[in-house]
């Protein structure tokens, strides 16, 4: 009797264990799993839903390459689920256009318009669709731009591929279309080549030069000019201060050009930096002289290096001179320019 009980007790814990488990388990849909999938499929996707089913899908329409990257293709709508054109959406084409060489430009086209149409709706899908087939037929036009005849290192060369180019765009694109997808690039490219017939401009002189390029700068958007101020600034720099000195132009010349290229602040540390370095020049230089007349001496080697060393710690104080200056040292026994900065 006291064993049956015991059987009893362990059969009605296994039911109860049973039971729990069964109860913790996600709830399984009596319907047939094919009708799940319909119903799925018909249901309208929320934006959090529709954002989740495109990253999960679309890793099967990437080229292996990109397997591991995020799908660049963020395309905005407006209160009417039309399309907003702008720099999201050209980089969402370059993003699938990038796979060819690992894919054909076909599937490219295909796998493009899969993807879209799993995140997107009319009026807006139809919209998608049009302007990536009038940029992908602007792109391959692109490729077939011929070259001008213009010399290569000339402004009018670079002015004469960007007037093509903005022509072929067009006869694709409407004005509003061509500023969302194309405005910074081409914001930059103004700029770029009015900078380059500015410091090419033979009637102007460098300090004419500068203050037009300060002021060309000074039309930037804020955010360009975070991005080129300190390359762009310090090219022109290097290139006027090299053509006043070209010519023999005074230093008078070269503080006129920079106050009108970069403000008196930024004059007087370039002025600064110009006396340190030409005492550092007149050090090396007077040091090598010494230096010479101690190798060339009938001193033993011993006493040469010992007088060479006793030579280099008068004429540099620090470490980190001296091992400036040794740089110079192997530049100067090979023949070489001094490599002084300019």
Known sequence: MQKNKLW????LVVIAVAAFIFWLAPKASQNDPSDQSIQQQNTPLTQGESATAQATSGSSLLSPSQQDTEVNCQIS???????????QTRNCFEYFITQYG???????KKDFKAYIAQGHKEPALSQIYDLWDRYMKYREQ???????????ESPQYYRSIYSSTQNLRKQFFSDYEIEGLFGKENTYHEYTLKRMEVVNDKKLSESEKAKKLKALFDELPEDWKENLEQINKLEDLRKLTADIKARGGSSEEIHQMRLNLVGPEATQRLENLDTQR???????????????SIVKSNMSDSAKQQAVQQLRNQHFKSKEDQLRVSTFESVHDQGGKLPFAE
């Open 8 to 11: 009893l007790i362990i059969a």
């Open 77 to 87: 709508m407006d209160g009417s689920n039309r399309l907003i054109v702008n720099e």
């Open 102 to 108: 690992e894919k054909s430009i076909d599937q490219i």
């Open 142 to 152: 692109l490729g077939n731009l011929q070259p001008p005849s213009d010399d290569k």
């Open 278 to 292: 030409s005492s550092w020049k007149s050090s090396v230089n007077q040091y090598l002289t010494e230096r010479d």
